[in-house]
């Protein structure tokens, strides 16, 4: 999180809260065009496919805490991901396209959502507040964190993911 002088290892849960709102906004929006196909950079749908299979191999890990060794098999798998997507995107789009269904956007976002539900879950403090920011310290087998002072924008960020229910 560069932008809060937390350069290398800080992770913003501020930002994962942001992304659950736009996580809940994109699956609202895809299910208002209803069952149809759309077509998509083969490159972005590649990246969708890889990030589904990553989740889905793992979905198993929500009922519980997820431990540092399988964390960072996740992120290994993202990063995986990422730099294929980052490869084709840079050598360019090539006009290729594939279509996809609007109900396999809606299952990604849902899917990528219990993900980042889990870990507003897992960063809820004792006295019902929520972590701003964590550091992340990586290595060789695993990826552990450890979670920042209490912050004023976690507060405001976990209030607008519409996570929360209006009683708490």
Do not use: C, W
Request: hydrophobic fraction near 40%.
């Amino acid at each position: 999180d560069a932008n809060n002088a937390l350069v290398g290892n800080g992770v913003s849960m501020v930002t994962l809260y942001y992304l659950r709102r736009f996580f809940s906004f994109a699956i609202d929006l895809f299910e208002d065009l209803g069952e149809k196909q759309i077509s998509i950079n083969k490159p972005v749908y590649d990246l969708m496919d890889a990030l589904v299979r990553a989740l889905k191999v793992r979905e198993h890990l929500l009922d519980g805490p997820i431990s540092d060794e399988e964390r960072r098999k996740l992120m290994d798998r993202f990063g995986i991901a990422g730099e294929h997507y980052r490869t084709s995107a840079y050598s360019g789009f090539l006009g290729h396209k594939h279509q996809v269904n609007t109900s396999d956007i809606v299952a990604f976002f849902s899917l990528a959502n219990k993900f980042l539900e889990h870990s507003i879950r897992a960063n809820k403090r004792e006295d019902h507040l929520f972590h701003s920011y964590n550091l992340l310290t990586i290595s060789d087998d695993d990826a552990s964190y450890e979670h920042l002072y209490e912050m004023l924008e976690g507060q405001v960020a976990v209030l607008s993911s519409k996570y929360l229910p209006a009683s708490e």
